[in-house]
């Protein structure tokens, strides 16, 4: 069975009930195993927070995250391979963003499949598994 690390723009789509997405994620949860890194969970509450709606958006991350995909702490070994992919990407001309950056380091060091709606970040790490929901 493959690890899935669920990217944020998942996890955004599925909490405001895109039905594609939704129905996507319940067949992979029960069927799967779905993971977010807690770099997803921090940029979902920073999100929220920005909405003016911090409340209400705020307890609807709090129920996804207990009732679906394990969160997973960035560690040792996770950082360093991000490192190396930035140092990979930066020496062919190429960049992501910072929180892709560490989300597909550690999807690389763990040997997991990237779950994304756009994959046109993740697919510039040489070795990384992504597969779209997009």
């Given at each position: 069975?493959?690890?899935?690390?669920?990217?944020?723009?998942?996890?955004?789509?599925?909490?405001?009930?895109?039905?594609?997405?939704?129905?996507?994620?319940s067949?992979?949860l029960?069927?799967?195993?779905l993971?977010?890194?807690?770099?997803?969970?921090?940029?979902?509450?920073?999100?929220?927070?920005?909405?003016?709606?911090?409340?209400?958006?705020?307890?609807?991350?709090?129920?996804?995250?207990?009732?679906?995909?394990?969160?997973?702490a960035l560690?040792?070994?996770?950082?360093?391979?991000?490192?190396?992919?930035?140092?990979?990407?930066?020496?062919?001309?190429?960049?992501?963003?910072?929180?892709?950056?560490?989300?597909?380091?550690q999807?690389?060091?763990?040997?997991w499949?990237?779950?994304?709606?756009?994959?046109?970040?993740?697919?510039?790490?040489q070795?990384l598994n992504?597969?779209?929901?997009?």
């Amino acid at each position: 069975m493959t690890t899935k690390l669920l990217d944020t723009n998942v996890c955004i789509e599925v909490l405001r009930g895109r039905p594609g997405m939704v129905s996507r994620f319940s067949s992979e949860l029960a069927e799967g195993d779905l993971r977010i890194s807690t770099i997803t969970v921090f940029e979902l509450v920073y999100g929220a927070a920005r909405s003016g709606r911090d409340g209400g958006e705020t307890a609807k991350i709090a129920r996804f995250v207990e009732g679906g995909p394990a969160p997973v702490a960035l560690d040792q070994t996770d950082a360093e391979s991000a490192g190396r992919v930035r140092a990979d990407l930066t020496s062919r001309g190429l960049v992501i963003s910072a929180y892709d950056l560490l989300i597909a380091g550690q999807a690389l060091a763990r040997g997991w499949t990237v779950v994304t709606a756009n994959i046109g970040e993740f697919e510039r790490v040489q070795g990384l598994n992504v597969e779209s929901w997009g």
